[in-house]
């Protein structure tokens, strides 16, 4: 390879290295901003904070209207996720597992949310839930939010269900286990960690999810969707505490889920 390759290799990876730490301050710069804002003392949005203070969090787990809103929305995310998890799991296990006519069409039909425009997914679930009665209705929020996140749930247990040998369950099939058997105590222990995972994602998805929830929500106030109502009102301090909440909550979710994959791939390699 002569010198001018290199040289050029290694200016591509300057390039690369360089817009991965744009991006990332990109990402970062707000963080910055809203975290300390929240701990402003002052009664109006200002950065730098004058002094530190607490009272804007305070406020918010003293408003019953924010912590109904954090229990309508904690409710949705954790029955929804649950639900997108069985039916997910489901349908990425018969696609993997699957050899019939249409399973490529099928799988691209499942992932539909995740590459149409959310309004007009929102759109289209405004008009299906009002033909069957749900619109408007904490049942109908649940659902709208179970089929956003089955392509989520889809994407991390199909890769985990593809790594995984098929040889295995044939095992236990060939000694007389029945497909139920196979799936509580083989299938399901092995891809515990990516599971846990996939709901992890499906419930942060369905917690921050704002644009189909004003749609279809009715009366029921999420934490996002009472948060973009807030800043159409006026421009609130008590939002920048619930935002610092939101992220330390992501983060820790993501690091949770950093850390059961991590301690699973050393398990694995372990193993073998």
């Known amino acids: 390879?002569?010198?001018?390759?290199?040289?050029?290799?290694?200016?591509?990876?300057?390039?690369?290295?360089?817009?991965?730490?744009?991006?990332?301050?990109?990402?970062?710069?707000?963080?910055?901003?809203?975290?300390?804002?929240?701990?402003?003392?002052?009664?109006?949005?200002?950065?730098?904070?004058?002094?530190?203070?607490?009272?804007?969090?305070?406020?918010?787990?003293?408003?019953?209207?924010?912590?109904?809103?954090m229990w309508t929305s904690v409710f949705v995310a954790a029955v929804s996720s649950v639900a997108a998890l069985l039916l997910g799991g489901l349908a990425a296990y018969g696609l993997r597992r699957g050899t019939f006519k249409g399973r490529d069409w099928a799988e691209g039909n499942f992932m539909a949310p995740l590459i149409v425009p959310t309004i007009i997914v929102a759109i289209a679930l405004y008009l299906a839930l009002a033909k069957v009665g749900l619109l408007g209705s904490l049942l109908g929020l649940v659902v709208a939010h179970t089929l956003l996140n089955v392509p989520l749930v889809m994407m991390v247990l199909g890769v985990a269900i593809r790594e995984f040998d098929q040889r295995i369950e044939q095992v236990a099939w060939s000694l007389g286990a029945s497909w139920g058997y196979?799936?509580?105590?083989?299938?399901?222990?092995?891809?515990?960690?990516?599971?846990?995972?996939?709901?992890?994602?499906?419930?942060?998805?369905?917690?921050?999810?704002?644009?189909?929830?004003?749609?279809?929500?009715?009366?029921?106030?999420?934490?996002?969707?009472?948060?973009?109502?807030?800043?159409?009102?006026?421009?609130?301090?008590?939002?920048?505490?619930?935002?610092?909440?939101?992220?330390?909550?992501?983060?820790?979710?993501?690091?949770?889920?950093?850390?059961?994959l991590r301690r699973a791939g050393k398990l694995k390699e372990t193993v073998v």
Not at 195 to 216: K, L, P
């Open 1 to 69: 390879m002569n010198r001018e390759a290199i040289g050029g290799s290694i200016w591509a990876r300057r390039g690369l290295a360089a817009m991965g730490i744009f991006g990332l301050v990109f990402l970062t710069v707000p963080l910055v901003i809203v975290i300390p804002m929240s701990f402003s003392s002052a009664r109006a949005l200002t950065f730098p904070p004058p002094s530190l203070s607490l009272r804007w969090y305070e406020t918010f787990f003293g408003d019953p209207r924010w912590m109904e809103a």
């Open 182 to 260: 196979t799936m509580r105590k083989v299938v399901l222990p092995n891809l515990a960690p990516s599971v846990f995972a996939a709901w992890i994602f499906a419930f942060i998805g369905s917690f921050d999810e704002v644009i189909v929830t004003s749609f279809i929500a009715g009366k029921y106030e999420t934490v996002p969707k009472k948060m973009f109502n807030e800043l159409v009102l006026e421009v609130n301090p008590t939002i920048t505490a619930v935002a610092t909440l939101l992220i330390a909550f992501t983060m820790l979710a993501l690091a949770a889920v950093a850390i059961v």
